[in-house]
């Protein structure tokens, strides 16, 4: 899958729309300090699932929405909306009937985040699973944000593991095996209570 378009409203700096293409091979985004280069990269990592406010320079999610200056209005949403080519049908099995993907995300002021593929409501998680089977995502080795090289030296075995783990494309496998193993442990104990309420019944019955 490869990243074509960028559309961005009302996230931090970027209060009216913009929209950023991305052309095959190298593309490079320049401006002086303060131009919004680290918001964009930020509304990249926010769009692919980013949880973490304080992880994007935010004290809460709602941070992220444009506050307002003394000449322009503060925004009660923002919205990213990520596009991307499919036609090498790499998307996982239920979004992947479609060579364009396009997948928004949405923060309201004071209500939370809502997620939608092709105009689709799906959950965050749904989201995640697109760019970790695609061996990217708000977590991705490649998305670097300052001051993380200084971290990533600083931090413990297993946080960097789970960046190899992004890297290597198996970030999704392992939430998929949590979730079957979650399921498991509900059909098995929902067994447990069928024998138990079996056995009374027949007991009753004698």
Request: charged fraction near 30%.
């Amino acid at each position: 899958m490869q990243i074509t378009e960028i559309r961005i409203a009302g996230f931090k700096s970027f209060v009216d729309p913009v929209t950023f293409y991305v052309e095959p091979g190298l593309t490079g985004i320049v401006g002086p300090n303060g131009c919004g280069k680290s918001n964009l990269l930020e509304s990249l990592r926010w769009v692919m699932g980013a949880s973490s406010a304080r992880a994007m320079r935010g004290g809460e999610m709602d941070d992220l929405i444009f506050s307002g200056t003394a000449k322009r209005p503060a925004r009660e949403t923002a919205e990213v909306t990520l596009v991307l080519d499919n036609s090498d049908r790499r998307a996982p099995p239920e979004f992947n009937d479609t060579d364009q993907l396009e997948i928004m995300r949405r923060l309201r002021r004071g209500i939370g985040s809502t997620y939608k593929v092709n105009g689709r409501t799906v959950r965050g998680k749904d989201i995640q699973l697109i760019f970790a089977d695609a061996s990217t995502g708000a977590n991705s080795p490649a998305l670097v944000r300052q001051g993380q090289i200084s971290e990533l030296i600083a931090s413990k075995p297993q946080n960097r593991r789970r960046l190899l783990e992004e890297a290597a494309g198996i970030a999704g496998l392992n939430t998929r095996r949590h979730e079957a193993e979650l399921k498991l442990r509900g059909a098995e104990n929902n067994l447990e209570r069928l024998a138990e309420v079996s056995g009374e019944v027949e007991r009753q019955l004698e």
